[in-house]
């Protein structure tokens, strides 16, 4: 049994369970709120409590919105970038000339034109990461409509705020968040199944997980990698 309340601009979602303690737990990367709660515990009591440790939510969900700041990017000499699960460290070169972007071994090298700022470079990057995913993306499509005897009309990329990916079953199109370079490929290849996945089944019904877990039996340990949070900042070591 699962019921959703409300505290101010905190949503908590209640499930009674077979469990003999209180289980509440704020989530990453958002700050969703669970509250796990013996089967006996009655609406009001579970509000309650969850009243009664408000402050602590406000500060986890406060420590995960640093953690996420921390993260963000000014494409500077020395920063290190994500790149299919591994960290890369950037190098910025100033230049005249058409910006572009240079991969060799674990050093990203950012050409841009003086006095480019961050939002500059932040485009110039993420143009390279659809060439990145352009160039990967199709070959897992291919094997997987072989696979599920699936076809899918055409994909797109594009920045999403809170999904890894989405379905447009009528259209038979999928879409996969532009972010998703950052992560290894096999997390990629999960969700571009989990999506392809979609044009058999719309919903995530029973049949959607079965059909998940023969295709995928991992999706649970991938699903969890990928909403892990993004590595924190780190000192370089070459
Ligand atoms: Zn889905």
């Not at 019921?3 to 209640?14: A, D, K, R």
């Not at 009528?170 to 879409?175: E, M, T, V």
Request: charge should be positive; glycine fraction near 4%.
């Amino acid at each position: 049994m699962s019921e959703v309340f409300e505290l101010g601009e905190i949503t908590v979602n209640v499930t009674l369970k077979s469990v003999k303690n209180v289980h509440l737990t704020v989530h990453p990367p958002e700050g969703r709120v669970t509250l796990v709660a013996p089967m006996s515990t009655r609406p009001e009591v579970a509000r309650a409590y969850a009243i009664s440790k408000l402050g602590w939510i406000r500060l986890q969900q406060q420590a995960l919105r640093d953690q996420a700041r921390e993260t963000e990017r000014r494409y500077i000499e020395r920063e290190s970038h994500q790149l299919w699960g591994r960290n890369h460290l950037m190098t910025v070169i100033e230049e005249d000339t058409k910006p572009f972007v240079k991969l060799d071994h674990r050093r990203i090298t950012l050409t841009v034109r003086p006095g480019s700022d961050a939002a500059k470079r932040a485009e110039v990057m993420h143009e390279w990461h659809k060439r990145l995913l352009h160039a990967a993306v199709p070959d897992m499509i291919e094997r997987w409509e072989a696979r599920l005897g699936v076809r899918v009309a055409g994909y797109f990329l594009q920045r999403m705020k809170t999904k890894w990916g989405s379905c447009n079953h009528a259209a038979g199109n999928i879409r996969l968040n532009t972010e998703l370079v950052k992560k290894p490929k096999d997390l990629v290849e999960y969700v571009v199944v989990h999506e392809m996945l979609h044009l058999l089944e719309p919903t995530h019904n029973e049949r959607f997980v079965a059909l998940l877990t023969r295709h995928w039996p991992q999706w649970q340990e991938s699903r969890r990698e990928l909403n892990a949070l993004p590595l924190s900042s780190e000192t370089w070591s070459a």
